[in-house]
């Protein structure tokens, strides 16, 4: 394997790494992005109720909101899970990131099969040196 194949791989790594760091910083920023417009948007309603369906007591106030944007936040936390996933899964199956164009040809899998050359015996002896057949 030469040099550039050793910098396509570590740029590929790279990539999937920064995927993934791209995935877990989105999701503080979904939640954040939640916890801004709901507070921003929202606002406290003494005439609100809740009842609690395991006890059904029933209480007064708390926020309220109408407003669509918190879903934005939840949006981007779960296309962080997906980076995240994808990233994780393209780092650890590099079969995900495509061929390289210089694949070790010993390890590949036809070279593989080739070597693989079926050796047929008759008879229970000792193995007949090589050459010897």
């Known amino acids: 394997m030469g040099w550039d194949a050793d910098m396509k791989r570590k740029t590929k790594v790279r ?22 417009t ?24 708390g926020y309220v ?10 949006a981007l936390c779960f296309a962080g899970g997906i980076l995240i996933t994808v990233g994780s899964l393209g780092l650890t199956f590099g079969w995900l990131s495509g061929d390289d164009d210089d694949d ?12 693989s050359t079926p050796t047929t015996r008759v008879g229970w002896g000792a193995e007949a040196p090589p050459g010897e057949s």
Do not use: C, K
């Open 65 to 74: 909101n109408s407003s669509p944007l918190p879903f934005l936040g939840f």
């Open 15 to 36: 990539l999937w790494i920064a995927t993934i760091v791209i995935g877990v910083l989105m999701i503080p920023a979904g939640v954040g992005w939640i916890i801004y």
């Open 104 to 115: 070790d040809t010993y390890t590949s899998t036809s070279a593989a099969f080739a070597r």
């Open 38 to 61: 709901v507070t921003q948007t929202g606002h406290y309603d003494s005439n609100a109720e809740f009842t609690d369906p395991d006890t059904h007591i029933t209480s007064h106030g």
